[in-house]
């Protein structure tokens, strides 16, 4: 008899991330910056992007804390491709991941304790994209799911969906662009519940994956990528707006 399903559930934090004069978010996530965090934030001169990097870094603290240590307490390690985990207090190791684009800033978070790998991205649905990247970075399948679309603004839709679920996806596995992103690929891109295909058996690390394209907020469009031991976990995904975090402080 097959296995039942059973739920892996999985957090999605956004928060809103002012374009210039910092706001309420930006001074409460500045809060729990380690010292190192303050510098790489200084460094930014661009003022949007700045907020981005406060928000996101405050943000996962203050999440992975809890009630059981103070944020500023964590300690992260980076990986070798930049993904940071949870280097100390020991327990209150999690699966997470973050990620930004202009006006917006997400942290996915996982079970306690859990063995998860994951990933996050998310982008604008304004943005600008070029055709030309898909045909150059995108493998056949997704290629040819683009040029079925009929309009332009459709296109532009489905081009930003597949890019997110790259990016969750090479974000889960910590490889970033290192993995070429033709060696994977994603059937019926166009549904909240595309089908991952590895071209590459090794990309998988062990792992049975599954992906899920989300809405946080409005004009926006985002990417879930979760690595499990077993065959038979299935996502949930909980939609959360931090400012009512914030306010619970």
């Not at 943000?59 to 992975?64: G, I, K, N, P």
Request: proline letters at 5%.
């Amino acid at each position: 008899m097959p296995a039942t399903s059973e739920l892996c559930h999985i957090q999605l934090w956004y928060a809103s991330a002012a374009e210039d004069t910092p706001g309420k978010i930006e001074t409460f996530c500045m809060r729990w910056l380690a010292q190192e965090e303050h510098q790489s934030a200084a460094k930014f001169k661009v003022a949007s992007a700045r907020h981005q990097h406060v928000i996101g870094r405050g943000m996962a603290r203050y999440l992975l804390a809890g009630d059981q240590t103070a944020p500023h307490q964590i300690q992260f390690r980076h990986l070798d491709h930049g993904k940071p985990i949870v280097e100390h207090p020991t327990e209150m190791r999690r699966p997470f991941n973050i990620a930004h684009t202009k006006g917006l800033v997400l942290c996915g978070l996982g079970t306690e304790s859990a063995d998860h790998w994951l990933g996050v991205d998310v982008e604008g649905i304004q943005r600008k994209t070029d055709p030309g990247l898909a045909n150059r970075y995108f493998a056949p399948e997704e290629i040819e799911q683009l040029e079925r679309t009929k309009t332009s603004d459709a296109k532009q839709f489905l081009f930003l969906k597949i890019w997110t679920l790259k990016e969750a996806f090479i974000k889960a596995i910590g490889t970033g662009l290192q993995t070429p992103l033709d060696q994977f690929a994603f059937e019926n891109a166009n549904s909240n519940t595309p089908t991952l295909k590895l071209k590459d058996p090794s990309l998988a690390q062990g792992r049975h994956w599954q992906v899920r394209s989300v809405t946080p907020r409005q004009g926006y469009i985002a990417a879930v990528a979760i690595g499990t031991d077993r065959s038979n976990l299935q996502p949930k995904i909980e939609l959360a707006d931090f400012r009512q975090k914030m306010q619970n402080a």
